[in-house]
């Protein structure tokens, strides 16, 4: 065997082998990151399943045994009327209304966490009731369009999309000081847009999907995109401090039911 | 270049090279495993790296007594497969792995014993031994595709321990199985060359424990 091809074996054969090992470590970190993907999502979709399967349950206790609590002290109360002085009956008025309210606020909160209103009416007819509420307080000037023709879709695409508008108005109400909200369904064939807007103190987003807003940092965001991410949703943000906050999921149409509203 | 002079030098590079190699892993391991939170398997990596490098100054130091250290070496072989074992037991941190472990070394063992030639024991006891460390270390892969852990590969060190066991007892494998067959058939310096390869693997299989300890520096896990 001559000097060079010995060179060439052991050369040749070293060179192969870091190959091999660069191409195998390589395909494990790949594979690695494919299948922890799979499982963070499979693990995000268990938890949503188990977020909507108790706010469905603190719903229902709030609708049936809160609710019905109040509805009998109101009956107490006017049972009583009759009885008492005409200045006690002026604070047993004052009583009943201030029930009535807690009654009104328990039943909005009941309705807006439960999913039945999705499975009912679906996604377009509960933004409208939400934003319908929301328009009551009279603090912000409410523009609704749906561009399109609207599709129901499948329930659990609904109900997701429903969470991440009430995340979304959650926030506006809490944080953003704004006056006007807008929102606004694009629906065509091939694609569904929600977009949510408002003219607020916006904020400053940082890479992690955190929000800095007045020296405090807050996540909703993260769960929101979280959220478009289980119905293979593209979720925008656009942001900046004192010109509001745009934000737009967008999903493939593949699962509508495919009828019109 | 005579080709016996080349075959002596590229062998003794690729020796001295592991010699390095090992020297670096062990002042790192001394360094890192002692954290508090490095797990109780990586804890005892320095004493195996401290016997690893031992027997290299061994090897490199007395290189003309080899033959007559291989029952010592055979036995060494042993002791290597068993912390092997260990280790990739506490990775998999399960019972049935120990059992495994006991049982799958226990051919290598027979092997070394019924062996008349010293040579024959240690090519069984590192066939037997290679064939089941790799098995284990395949195991290993598969429960990281079926459950994969938070921590990514790239920065567990036990990735990169059990890929350089992987690919060291991959390529030691083949390697000592035919090398005794290039011998018979009078192809000594392609055994060599095969060898030397076998060397290289060694070091490369040592940069990636390397790799491991280097993870360990900023390790959660």
Redesign the interface.
């Known amino acids: 065997?001559?000097?060079k091809l010995?060179?060439l074996?052991?050369f040749t054969?070293?060179v192969f082998?870091?190959l091999c090992?660069t191409v195998?470590?390589y395909t494990?970190?790949i594979?690695?990151?494919r299948?922890?993907a799979e499982?963070e999502k499979e693990e995000l979709r268990i938890r949503m399943e188990v977020q909507e399967r108790t706010a469905e349950q603190i719903s229902q206790e709030l609708h049936d045994n809160v609710g019905h609590e109040i509805t009998l002290a109101r009956l107490q109360l006017k049972t009583l009327e009759p009885l008492l002085d005409q200045q006690a009956a002026v604070i047993a008025g004052q009583i009943a209304v201030s029930l009535t309210k807690t009654f009104d606020s328990i039943r909005d909160l009941s309705k807006s966490l439960s999913e039945g209103v999705i499975n009912t009416d679906g996604l377009n007819v509960a933004i409208r009731n939400q934003l319908d509420r929301l328009k009551t307080s009279r603090k912000y000037e409410i523009r609704y369009d749906v561009y399109g023709t609207y599709h129901y879709m499948d329930e659990k695409t609904e109900i997701i999309l429903y969470r991440i508008f009430q995340e979304a108005i959650n926030n506006i109400v809490r944080h953003a000081q704004a006056r006007v909200i807008t929102v606004i369904l694009e629906c065509s064939p091939r694609s569904f847009a929600l977009n949510i807007a408002d003219d607020g103190d916006g904020f400053i987003l940082t890479p992690k999907d955190t929000v800095q807003h007045s020296g405090k940092m807050f996540g909703g965001l993260a769960t929101m995109r979280e959220r478009a991410s289980l119905i293979k949703g593209e979720f925008e943000i656009e942001t900046q401090t004192g010109k509001g906050t745009k934000i737009k999921v967008t999903i493939p149409l593949s699962n509508t039911v495919g009828y019109d509203n | 270049m005579d080709i016996t002079m080349l075959a002596q030098r590229l062998l003794s590079t690729s020796e001295l090279l592991a010699l390095l190699a090992i020297v670096v892993v062990l002042v790192l391991s001394l360094i890192y495993c002692r954290k508090r939170n490095v797990p109780p398997y990586m804890r005892r990596l320095p004493f195996y790296f401290f016997a690893s490098s031992l027997s290299e100054v061994v090897a490199e130091s007395f290189p003309g007594v080899a033959i007559y250290i291989f029952w010592g070496f055979a036995v060494f072989e042993n002791i290597y497969f068993f912390y092997f074992f260990r280790f990739l037991n506490g990775v998999f941190g399960q019972l049935p792995m120990r059992a495994y472990a006991v049982v799958s070394i226990l051919p290598s063992f027979i092997v070394f014993m019924a062996s008349r030639q010293p040579t024959d024991s240690v090519i069984g006891a590192v066939i037997f031994g290679s064939f089941t460390i790799v098995t284990l270390c395949i195991m290993y892969f598969r429960t990281l595709m079926v459950y994969p852990p938070t921590l990514a590969p790239e920065r567990d060190p036990a990735f990169w321990m059990v890929t350089g066991i992987t690919f060291y007892f991959l390529i030691r494998l083949p390697v000592f199985w035919f090398t005794p067959y290039f011998y018979t058939v009078r192809r000594q310096l392609l055994g060599d060359a095969v060898y030397s390869i076998q060397k290289f693997a060694l070091v490369i299989s040592y940069i990636l424990f390397i790799k491991a300890m280097t993870c360990l520096k900023n390790c959660t896990c």
């Open positions: 065997m001559s000097e010995y060179m074996i052991t054969g070293v082998l870091i090992l195998f470590v494990m970190i594979l690695y990151r299948r922890q499982f």
